[in-house]
């Protein structure tokens, strides 16, 4: 029986994480990612044969814990599961601040063009399945239409979205007390 890896995917994710939090994804590169983790760049393409397959899988990974959180309640009654949608983007970002980030900079930030194509469809394959909950959530919120889907959108990601990168984008954490601010917002946007 072999040794476990010292060098283990995730580890070397958690410091890509951490460099992009710090560098923006430009920081990560596969030198970097080696050094920042102390493991030797072997290590690094034994896991992740290339930048882009690093890159694609930190966005993957990042945005799979985060999903994972959304869609455990995504499903609950309509107000309730709205509600909880938009507190889940602020509690998840106040306790993952590194994570955060990435996911504030986008899929294209990382690379998603050059991405493999597993990767480029395993991110399309999570979007979709994001896009039909909320777009479901709507319909059980009797907002149906382009205009009711858009406002619950507003509702529960673009405004935990936007309050998270007010404070991300300065370097500061985002206070807990935000969490009341957009749920009371995401109550009233949806209220009637």
Known sequence: MG???RHDADRLLDAAVSLAAESGPRGVTM???ARAAGAPSGSVYHRFPDRAALLSALWL??????????FAV?????????VATARHVIEWCRENPAEAKVLLAGPDAYGRADWPDAAREQLAK?????????????????????????????AVVDLPCAV??????RGEAVPALEVGTVTDAVRDLLAG
């Open 3 to 5: 040794r476990p890896p």
């Open 126 to 154: 999570a979007n979709a399945q994001v896009d039909e909950a909320l777009t479901g959530l709507a319909e059980r919120l009797g907002r149906s239409g382009m205009a009711g889907r858009s406002r619950v959108f507003l």
């Open 164 to 169: 998270v990168r007010r404070y991300l984008g």
């Open 74 to 82: 995504v499903e609950a009654p309509p107000l309730e599961a709205a």
């Open 31 to 33: 030198a970097a990612v």
């Open 61 to 70: 990974r990042t945005v799979t814990r985060f999903q994972d959180g959304f």
